[in-house]
């Protein structure tokens, strides 16, 4: 059965600090990896990783995939308050690029 | 570029009814993609409409039907509401693997 698994499920920090938010996967004919922000209700596409070793980045957030290890993860340097969200991780797989299976995600609480 | 727009944003609806919910993607998306989201479970897939065809579904009920118009806009419909189906239901729009997200419908069955 395809699952992705985020870890931790959440994480208290203070501001400045740097975090890394992990999400391993097992899901067949895997085409991507995306992550999502979700503070109220859309989640916001951060990004999408298909090549392993590549990183992307957009401002403070920057994401890799590896593979081989079948995981990824999200790192937020100097976070802020506005970081304060649920992270999702989803995986693209099977014969449709619609079809997206999500981790549970990890809450992130940043504190002044 | 207008994003992914649902209506409407709230509903609530009683057991035994049914319910449409609506969809229209990015301009020039054609994939259009339907997510339930509850806190148990998290995010589920349910179905995903190409150019008007399903191209792939979920594992939910038969009460969970859609289709998608030739202007790309997909409409949901859940029959026989049950207070299980309470949650917010996400659509997408996809392009090149890419997929946004509307803000969603909120469905309360009572």
């Known amino acids: 059965e395809d699952k992705v698994v985020q870890s931790p499920l959440s994480l208290v920090v203070h501001e400045g600090d740097t975090v890394t938010l992990n999400c391993s996967y097992e899901?067949?004919?895997?085409?991507?990896l995306l992550w999502y922000k979700q503070e109220k209700k859309a989640p916001t596409f951060l990004f999408m990783l298909t090549s392993s070793g590549i990183e992307k980045k957009s401002g403070r957030l920057s994401s890799i995939l590896d593979k081989k290890e079948l995981f990824s993860i999200l790192n937020i340097t100097a976070t802020q308050t506005g970081d304060s969200a649920v992270y999702l991780c989803a995986v693209g797989g099977g014969g449709s690029q619609g079809n997206l299976i999500f981790g549970k995600g990890t809450k992130l609480s940043v504190k002044p | 570029k207008a994003g992914v727009t649902q209506t409407p944003r709230y509903l609530i609806k009683t057991r035994g009814q049914q319910v449409t919910l609506s969809c229209s993607p990015i301009?020039?998306?054609?994939?259009v993609s339907w997510y339930q989201q509850t806190p148990g479970q998290g995010l589920q897939f349910l179905f995903e409409y190409f150019s008007e065809t399903q191209r792939n579904k979920g594992n939910f009920p038969g009460r969970f039907s859609g289709r998608q118009f030739s202007n790309s806009r997909s409409e949901m419909n859940v029959s026989t509401l049950e207070l299980g189906d309470s949650a917010l239901y996400l659509c997408?729009?996809?392009?090149?693997?890419?997929?946004?997200f509307g803000q969603g419908t909120r469905l309360t069955v009572v």
């Open positions: 301009s020039g998306h054609r994939s």
């Open positions: 899901v067949t004919n895997f085409r991507s």
């Open positions: 997408a729009s996809s392009w090149d693997g890419e997929a946004f």
